[in-house]
């Protein structure tokens, strides 16, 4: 018998996906079945009981073991699903009299706070393809430019700059300098898309402004017409329909511009209808907040009723609007979502994602909503609003500070001192299980997975020679939504945000041939297997050099080897169930059954086996009897 190890990752496992609930969007009042497994080297187990906290007071229940497959036993309950966001974790009592706990950070041998607990939530669920997705950013003035620009007249802001020229990423033609990609140039390159695999295209804003960022709108009722207006954009998104792609945009909740249009009127102007959208600072509405004290940015004020019916609520809101015909738009990804609402001492971020996701539901139920929340972003994605997370600490963060050079002192996520840090393949294990251990399971599915995106320095930037393939492939494996920004699959670099926003250089298309086919076929590797859109996960190794996990399901389980360096390790003989038969990579697996499972490969590297899903009888019904303590 092995000796169990806090932390050891063979250990008892729960992850909240179908191998082991029930019925993962369940309705108030409903009673769902979840299990646990537990390894046999583990020791001897007595008893099992699930531990809920419905209204704060808590409830155990009764699991019983219900099969025993490849050295695992599996152990049910039944639970009663009895708030919107229902808390669970597992009491295990040991041969040996010790108590354990397990939550969504691990095995415990010490009670665990309610927060890491599992959770079920009964709100209405992401629409069904959204965790199939592959997602693609694209910055529009950045990315292609159509013949028909030529012939639109510019506006006093712009600095116009040719398609070659560098970008300016310091200073304050940072904002202004304008390249002139348009709607028709992303349409007249879907093919490029399409042969990647990406399926969802995530657009920055795309309203007129004073901005070739655009997130200083100054209306929200059309599109801009340097991008070709409000007929290219229903062309574009009938044009990526028509390729089975979705397209969602990009609102900035948060502010506006100071030229919109409700600020314009309200400016100076005490009194008007629009005074109550903002936060002024004197009697005069001369001067306001902000974001992050930016003048061009006034940032709306939320209690405001009239900001709602326009912005948010109902059928002839901005949020609506644009998800009718004749535009279809497949969602929003909602811009420092983190900050919406929150303002000294009010907070009106709930209610504001609440009603952005009604008004979605009664205009097109079929919608993704995500939020932008940059840093540990639990605590608002519980599932009421929000159906995924744009943030970096849970995957973007560990995996830079796993596979950069030593060249660090780069801006870094806004941190002080712009220094990556140096993380261990177990640092990473750690810092992702920290801050994924908040989200839902369900909300965890349809996180960002992204490697970089406008606002940071492309990872080529600093990455290790070698280490895209190992990057990329984590990033289309791990539980949530792949992320491509447009350039990475050009090999494209950038020192910040400003200056990852670099041109496509599609002159360069035969150049990047290489690196393009590795993007598609790692694209392929996740769409093609259904499991690693919707599987559970299992950690079975975290070493300085070399991650090793599992994507499990009913029909198939992908085993997964992510090293910076060469690596051999042996997996216990039950770690895995079968013989692994290569999907993608370098890497060699033997299976013995004397000593287990054999891995070696050269780094870095990425590898990706299949093999056998989990088979396992069906769900007891219902009828387990609540102890109550």
């Known amino acids: 018998m092995a000796t169990f190890v806090p932390g050891s990752l063979l250990e008892p496992h729960h992850d909240g996906s179908p191998l082991f609930v029930s019925n993962p969007a369940p309705v108030l009042g409903e009673h769902v079945r979840v299990r646990i497994r ?16 419905p209204n704060r007071e808590p409830r155990f229940a009764v699991a019983s073991l219900v099969t025993t497959v490849d050295g695992w036993d599996w152990w049910e309950a039944e639970i009663e699903v009895e708030n919107p966001v229902h808390g669970y974790r597992f009491l295990v009592k040991m041969g040996d009299g010790r108590n354990l706990w397990v939550n969504r950070t691990g095995v415990h041998t010490v009670e665990t706070l309610d927060t890491e607990d599992f959770k079920l939530i009964t709100y209405a669920p992401p629409p069904e393809w959204s965790s199939s997705s592959v997602m693609y950013q694209i910055f529009p003035d950045r990315f292609a430019r159509s013949e028909q620009a030529d012939g639109r007249p510019l506006p006093d802001w712009v600095e116009p700059a040719e398609w070659s020229d560098p970008v300016t ?4 033609s940072t904002a202004t300098q304008f390249y002139g990609g348009d709607l028709l140039g992303i349409e007249e390159h879907l093919d490029h898309l399409q042969q990647l695999g990406v399926n969802l295209v995530y657009l920055t804003p795309v309203f007129p402004a004073r901005s070739n960022h655009r997130y200083d709108a100054l209306s929200f009722a059309e599109i801009d017409p340097l991008l070709g207006g409000d007929a290219a954009y229903v062309s574009l998104i009938e044009a990526a329909h028509a390729r089975g792609m979705r397209v969602i945009g990009d609102l900035t909740s948060n502010h506006s511009g100071d030229a919109h249009e409700w600020f314009t009127a309200s400016h100076r102007h005490p009194g008007t209808p629009e005074s109550a ?19 061009s940015l006034p940032k709306f004020n939320w209690n405001s009723e009239e900001l709602r019916y326009r912005f948010i609520q109902g059928e002839n809101s901005v949020v609506a609007k644009w998800l009718k015909p004749p535009y279809n738009l497949d969602g929003w990804r909602i811009d420092v979502a983190n900050m919406t609402g929150r303002y000294l001492d009010e907070d009106l971020n709930g209610d ?7 008004t979605m539901i009664d205009v097109n139920p079929d919608t993704i909503l995500l939020g932008e929340s940059t840093n540990d972003a639990a605590s608002d994605f519980q599932g009421d609003a929000w159906h995924g997370a744009m943030t970096y600490t849970n995957f973007t963060r560990p995996i830079w500070g796993w596979l950069s050079t030593g060249q660090r002192d780069s801006s870094y996520f806004g941190l002080p001192f712009g220094t990556i840090p140096s993380y261990s393949g177990g640092e990473v294990f750690e810092a992702h299980t920290r801050f994924a251990a ?51 699959e050009f090999g494209l670099v950038g020192d910040d945000g400003e200056h990852s926003r670099t041109p496509i250089p599609w002159d360069q298309l035969d150049a990047a041939s290489d690196r393009i086919a590795l993007y598609s076929t790692l694209i392929h590797l996740r769409r093609d297997h259904e499991v690693l859109n919707t599987g559970g996960v299992r950690w079975l190794h975290a070493s300085d050099d070399v991650l090793v996990y599992v994507r499990e399901s009913a029909a198939e389980s992908i085993l997964l080897v992510a090293a910076r360096d060469d690596y051999e390790l042996t997996l216990a003989a039950n770690a895995v169930a079968g013989v692994p038969s290569l999907l993608f990579g370098p890497g060699e697996a033997e299976f013995d ?3 287990g499972l054999v891995l070696r490969g050269s780094g870095p590297s990425f590898t990706a086996w299949s093999m056998p899903g989990v088979t396992l009888p069906p769900f007891s019904p219902e009828g387990t009897v609540l102890e109550l303590e």
């Open 38 to 53: 537990i390894p046999h080297e583990f020791g001897p187990v007595t008893a099992v009981r699930t531990r809920s906290n």
């Open 169 to 172: 990423h310091i200073g304050a």
């Open 277 to 295: 959208f903002y936060y002024w600072l004197d009697r005069e509405q001369e001067t306001y907040v902000s974001w992050l004290g930016v003048p």
């Open 352 to 358: 504001v994602r609440r009603v952005i996701r009604a």
């Open 438 to 488: 908040g989200f839902p399971w369900r909300v965890r599915l349809h996180n960002m997975n992204a490697l970089d995106t406008h606002d940071t320095p492309r990872f080529l930037t600093h990455a290790a020679p070698g280490t895209v393939p190992v990057a990329l492939g984590l990033s289309v494996t791990m539980p949530g939504i792949p992320v491509i920004f447009a350039g990475d």
């Open 593 to 595: 059954p004397a000593i």
